[in-house]
Nanobody, 116 residues
Framework: QVQLVESGGGLVQPGGSLRLSCAAS????????FGWYRQAPGKQRVLVAS???????NYADSVKGRFTIFRDNHENTVYLQMNSLKPEDAAVYYC??????????WGQGTQVTVSS
């Protein structure tokens, strides 16, 4: 079955950087589009970046110019490079399919904390 394992989160000061990874298995990775989603406490999970099977990226306005999504089809991994982090970027970050009518089972996510 599909398995998604997110990693790379942590505590970073405002203005800092992190690179998140999502190792995916159980599907033909190269044929799938993916999204990075985040959920802050008390808020809904939202899409912040997506990448097509052809590696075309798209970004939410809130992260445009600061985040970069990319993929490695040899490693079956999707990445999210996050620069110039702000306190409002703090959340649990997840990857999953995008676009999709039915999500795969969610992974455990990776916590990003932005604080001085």
């Amino acid at each position: 079955q599909v398995q998604l394992v997110e990693s790379g989160g942590g505590l970073v000061q405002p203005g800092g950087s992190l690179r998140l990874s999502c190792a995916a298995s159980g599907m033909v990775f190269s044929t799938k589009g993916f999204g990075w989603y985040r959920q802050a406490p008390g808020k809904q999970r939202v899409l912040v970046a997506s990448i097509t099977s052809g590696s075309t990226p798209n970004y939410a306005d809130s992260v445009k110019g600061r985040f970069t999504i990319f993929r490695d089809n040899h490693e079956n991994t999707v990445y999210l490079q996050m620069n110039s982090l702000k306190p409002e970027d703090a959340a649990v970050y997840y990857c999953n399919a995008y676009p999709t009518a039915v999500f795969w089972s969610w992974g455990q996510g990776t916590q990003v904390t932005v604080s001085s």
